[in-house]
């Protein structure tokens, strides 16, 4: 491996772990003002334990880096693009699953809550192998297999280390 590729692998591995920390840190805020300032309203709430809603933030992270890394190893260009639109996607069904209690009651939260972050949670893992198997490999530069897939863990570790060390500073609960 050359000195270029080296490079490109160890920028690739870095600019990772920086983003999923600075990511994980911002859900951890999200949380801690949704708990404080949140809306609330006659028989539901996001302040207190409703910040928990916060969390679902990070399946759609997930699938957003994910795909990203895996087109940024197939040698894709427009990788970032890709991976926000997954990210995208991951928010779209966030959004649904936090408004369904406020904008369509209780019962119809109870029907389709569930199945949306079945659907959020499976997302995660769905988009990335739709950008294996679905999108076509690109011509640019590639990152190694080892780093993109050590680039894939460190995705996952990053985002759940942001996001405990400012849960500790600025806990959600308190």
Known sequence: MGKLARAMNA?????????ALAAGACVSVFAFLLARYGPAGDSWSFRGNGALAAY????????????????????????????????AV????????????????????????????????????VAPVLAWTAVKAGSSGRTAAGASSAAAVLWLIGIIVGLVLVGF?????S
């Not at 759609?60 to 990210?87: C, E, F, H, K, S």
């Not at 500073?169 to 609960?173: D, K, S």
């Open 11 to 19: 920028r690739t591995i870095g600019s990772t772990v920086a983003v």
């Open 56 to 87: 679902t933030l990070v399946p759609a992270l997930v699938a957003g880096g994910w795909t990203a890394l895996v087109l940024r190893y197939r040698g894709r260009d427009d990788w970032l693009r890709w991976g926000l639109g997954a990210l």
């Open 90 to 125: 991951g928010l779209v069904l966030d959004v649904l699953d936090a408004a369904l209690l406020p904008v369509a009651g209780t019962s119809i939260d109870m029907a389709l809550g569930g199945p949306l972050l079945i659907a959020l949670a499976l997302w995660a893992f």
């Open 169 to 173: 500073v600025i806990p959600a609960g």
